[in-house]
């Protein structure tokens, strides 16, 4: 079992992180994180080469997240809410999934053959809607051709760290469990 986890949060030590730390504790197999703030990706810069070629044109990190995806049992996107989305930095790293976008709607392939399971953490320590960052990674997700099956959501992040939250670690549980049932 391959469990590849993006996440989208700058502080190494924050309630993302945690979380993650936490999930990954619990995982069966391997498992790979991506930090968005710490790894050689650039973001779409739409020059379209996708459109019609298999892969991107933009030579940097990504193509090694793009074995991972392929690779991966199950697929994870960890971010703070900030202004109630998914983190810049994130978006920036997932834009390159256009790729993927363009492959199934453009030139009609199937770019990610493998189906996995998807779960989304996603930590708010403020006010902001929690829909619109569900809604992206939800989409980023099914554009990896992982379902999303659990969510995590740990609210007043800056009143209790996350991981002291009773509910949300019942939630980090059941989404581990999800991730590592073989079906």
Not at 51 to 58: A, E, F, L, M, R
Not at 80 to 101: D, H, I, K
Not at 153 to 179: C, H, P, Q, R, Y
């Amino acid at each position: 079992m391959k469990t590849l986890i993006f996440i989208g949060s700058p502080r190494k030590k924050g309630n993302t992180s945690s979380l993650v730390e936490e999930l990954v504790r619990r995982l069966e197999g391997e498992t790979k994180i991506v930090r968005a703030y710490d790894c050689n990706v650039r973001a779409c810069i739409d020059c379209r080469f996708c459109w019609k070629n298999t892969g991107c044109s933009i030579k940097d990190g990504m193509q090694e997240i793009y074995e991972d995806i392929q690779e991966a049992d199950n697929i994870v996107i960890a971010s703070p809410m900030y202004f109630s989305e998914l983190t810049g930095q994130l978006l920036a790293v997932l834009s390159r999934l256009q790729t993927f976008w363009c492959a199934k709607y453009f030139r009609h392939e199937e770019p990610v053959p493998k189906k996995k399971k998807g779960g989304i953490i996603i930590v708010r320590g403020g006010d902001g809607e929690l829909k619109k960052a569900e809604d992206t990674a939800k989409t980023l997700l099914r554009d990896m051709n992982a379902k999303p099956l659990g969510l995590v959501f740990a609210d007043k992040s800056d009143e209790i760290a996350s991981v002291d939250n009773k509910d949300v670690m019942a939630d980090l549980m059941k989404l581990a469990e999800t991730l590592n049932r073989r079906d």
